[in-house]
């Protein structure tokens, strides 16, 4: 009858936990995202033609921006909401940036801190978990003792002794349960908390590589615009010496080979700093940093969704990390009702004893006790039957219900932002792109005119100025498409396979 009472108590324990159990709040996820606005429909068509026209007035393979690398529709894949998840390699088609971002996830000193926090929170969840278990001790000890019983005088003998003690509190109220569920959920808040980390870090590395592409190209663009400006001005020159045109022309050539000169000195500082910064990304001292593909190649190659599943964003860390804060938050005042409980415990003692050794642990040595016990809470935090900590708990998972929802809420202002983001600059790129190839023909005619005499050097001075403008411009643009694809696979929440 003892063993059955025993067992029905354990399973008793086993079976009830005061406080409630958590439910996933209905977070109200759209059906599809916000459609283009009426202006903007009207322009698609103009924006495609931009993107796959070509100009007929040019001699074959000159109506591109950049040379070789061009456009190349093909490659942009459209998916729609019923899309498949976001990949990071989707985008990341160079394998020298791949490389970087691998390189980071390992040696950069923010993830390994991350990391150490994990087997902290995981080394504390299995302390809590372990508090569901019997705790047995072992003891021993040897000594002399002695003894006076009134006139019968005093004794002296020796004592060996060896016990193993146990004792068990009884989950009956699931207190030790709820802690245990809590623990386990903030490991998993530290767990998004490392993959939140490692999206960002992600983000980070591939933007400013983009942002040291970027600045390559506007450095390519500044030296080869200060050649052909010098060439311009040493043509003033042959031209002043000859009498064709006066010291005016000649100082206003001067002066505009100034301006691609300091944007020279300016694109290689940043040049220099890009290469710092990612270095440090990736782990390493700040130093020179290995180039793959060109800007607009990798532009030309970003897949632009049309839309993405509203399911993805359940991917995303914070929202996940959000979640496991509430999943704790809830267990908590399961815990702290079950604080105001009884508690029900269990402890014995079982051992040998003897006053020689060389009979210890021998027949007739033996010692044990046992005992349950039961504890109740009278009076606590300065008055009896007081619940402030269960009042805490609910306010505490109130908050954390709370911050659920806006991480929702920001989640898909973030994907909505990224989707319109990339829309939008891929139909800059376009316009940018044509106004370029614009812009570079009316430099070759003017060009073309002031040699010959037709036309004066305002013209060559302004197709110059506008030039040198919009390929900035278009790289700021190509940049900006590329960041903004960025933001759409950090918004969703894209993952990183594994290094093999």
């Given at each position: 009858?003892?063993?059955?009472?025993?067992?029905?108590?354990?399973?008793?324990?086993?079976?009830?936990?005061?406080?409630?159990?958590?439910?996933?709040?209905?977070?109200?996820?759209?059906?599809?995202?916000?459609?283009?606005?009426?202006?903007?429909?009207?322009?698609?068509?103009?924006?495609?033609?931009?993107?796959?026209?070509?100009?007929?007035?040019?001699?074959?393979?000159?109506?591109?921006?950049?040379?070789?690398?061009?456009?190349?529709?093909?490659?942009?894949?459209?998916?729609?909401?019923?899309?498949?998840?976001?990949?990071?390699?989707?985008?990341?088609?160079?394998?020298?940036?791949?490389?970087?971002?691998?390189?980071?996830?390992?040696?950069?000193?923010?993830?390994?801190?991350?990391?150490?926090?994990?087997?902290?929170?995981?080394?504390?969840?299995?302390?809590?978990?372990?508090?569901?278990?019997?705790?047995?001790?072992?003891?021993?000890?040897?000594?002399?003792?002695?003894?006076?019983?009134?006139?019968?005088?005093?004794?002296?003998?020796?004592?060996?002794?060896?016990?193993?003690?146990?004792?068990?509190?009884?989950?009956?109220?699931?207190?030790?349960?709820?802690?245990?569920?809590?623990?386990?959920?903030?490991?998993?808040?530290?767990?998004?908390?490392?993959?939140?980390?490692?999206?960002?870090?992600?983000?980070?590395?591939?933007?400013?590589?983009?942002?040291?592409?970027a600045a390559d190209l506007n450095l390519?663009?500044?030296?080869?615009?200060?050649?052909?400006?010098?060439?311009?001005?040493?043509?003033?020159?042959?031209?002043?010496?000859?009498?064709?045109?006066?010291?005016?022309?000649?100082?206003?050539?001067?002066?505009?080979?100034?301006?691609?000169?300091?944007?020279?000195?300016?694109?290689?500082?940043?040049?220099?700093?890009?290469?710092?910064?990612?270095?440090?990304?990736?782990?390493?001292?700040?130093?020179?940093?290995?180039?793959?593909?060109?800007?607009?190649?990798?532009?030309?190659?970003?897949?632009?969704?049309?839309?993405?599943p509203s399911a993805l964003l359940g991917?995303?860390?914070?929202?996940?990390?959000?979640?496991?804060?509430?999943?704790?938050?809830?267990?908590?005042?399961?815990?702290?009702?079950?604080?105001?409980?009884?508690?029900?415990?269990?402890?014995?003692?079982?051992?040998?004893?003897?006053?020689?050794?060389?009979?210890?642990?021998?027949?007739?040595?033996?010692?044990?006790?046992?005992?349950?016990?039961?504890?109740?809470?009278?009076?606590?935090?300065?008055?009896?039957?007081?619940?402030?900590?269960?009042?805490?708990?609910?306010?505490?998972?109130?908050?954390?219900?709370?911050?659920?929802?806006?991480?929702?809420?920001?989640?898909?202002?973030?994907?909505?932002?990224?989707?319109?983001?990339?829309?939008?600059?891929?139909?800059?790129?376009?316009?940018?792109?044509?106004?370029?190839?614009?812009?570079?023909?009316?430099?070759?005619?003017?060009?073309?005119?002031?040699?010959?005499?037709?036309?004066?050097?305002?013209?060559?001075?302004?197709?110059?100025?506008?030039l040198f403008g919009a390929e900035l411009?278009?790289?700021?643009?190509?940049?900006?498409?590329?960041?903004?694809?960025?933001?759409?696979?950090?918004?969703?929440?894209?993952?990183?396979?594994?290094?093999?």
């Amino acid at each position: 009858m003892r063993r059955i009472a025993l067992v029905a108590l354990i399973a008793f324990a086993g079976a009830c936990a005061v406080g409630p159990g958590y439910r996933r709040a209905s977070l109200g996820m759209p059906d599809g995202w916000r459609r283009p606005a009426t202006s903007e429909d009207s322009l698609r068509s103009f924006y495609d033609s931009l993107r796959t026209s070509r100009d007929t007035l040019l001699p074959a393979g000159a109506d591109t921006a950049r040379v070789p690398f061009g456009y190349d529709t093909s490659s942009v894949r459209a998916a729609g909401d019923s899309g498949a998840a976001l990949r990071w390699l989707d985008l990341i088609q160079d394998s020298v940036l791949r490389q970087l971002v691998d390189t980071s996830l390992r040696a950069n000193r923010d993830m390994r801190t991350a990391v150490a926090v994990i087997d902290e929170f995981r080394a504390q969840y299995r302390a809590t978990r372990g508090a569901l278990l019997p705790q047995l001790t072992a003891n021993g000890r040897a000594g002399r003792n002695q003894t006076v019983f009134g006139t019968f005088g005093s004794f002296t003998y020796n004592v060996y002794q060896a016990t193993a003690d146990m004792s068990w509190e009884l989950d009956v109220w699931g207190r030790l349960r709820r802690s245990t569920s809590a623990a386990r959920s903030d490991l998993v808040v530290r767990e998004e908390d490392r993959r939140a980390l490692q999206l960002s870090l992600i983000g980070d590395v591939t933007t400013a590589y983009f942002d040291l592409r970027a600045a390559d190209l506007n450095l390519a663009i500044a030296r080869r615009t200060l050649d052909s400006r010098r060439q311009t001005l040493a043509l003033a020159r042959r031209r002043l010496d000859q009498g064709l045109i006066s010291e005016l022309d000649v100082r206003q050539f001067e002066a505009e080979v100034a301006s691609p000169a300091a944007s020279v000195a300016d694109f290689e500082r940043q040049v220099a700093q890009q290469e710092n910064a990612l270095s440090v990304l990736v782990g390493h001292n700040p130093g020179a940093i290995a180039r793959g593909r060109a800007l607009t190649e990798m532009a030309a190659r970003i897949p632009v969704p049309a839309g993405v599943p509203s399911a993805l964003l359940g991917n995303r860390p914070d929202v996940r990390g959000a979640e496991a804060s509430l999943r704790a938050a809830t267990a908590r005042i399961g815990a702290a009702q079950a604080a105001y409980l009884p508690t029900f415990t269990i402890t014995g003692q079982y051992g040998t004893q003897s006053t020689e050794f060389s009979k210890w642990f021998g027949s007739g040595t033996n010692i044990w006790q046992a005992f349950a016990g039961v504890s109740i809470p009278l009076f606590k935090e300065g008055r009896p039957g007081a619940g402030e900590q269960v009042n805490i708990a609910r306010a505490r998972a109130s908050q954390a219900r709370s911050r659920y929802e806006q991480t929702v809420l920001v989640a898909l202002r973030e994907v909505e932002d990224a989707l319109v983001g990339l829309r939008t600059a891929q139909d800059r790129s376009a316009a940018q792109e044509r106004q370029v190839i614009a812009l570079r023909r009316a430099l070759e005619l003017a060009d073309m005119r002031y040699r010959n005499g037709v036309s004066s050097y305002l013209d060559v001075l302004e197709a110059q100025r506008g030039l040198f403008g919009a390929e900035l411009a278009l790289t700021q643009a190509e940049r900006d498409q590329l960041v903004a694809a960025v933001q759409l696979y950090r918004a969703v929440g894209a993952g990183w396979p594994a290094a093999q």
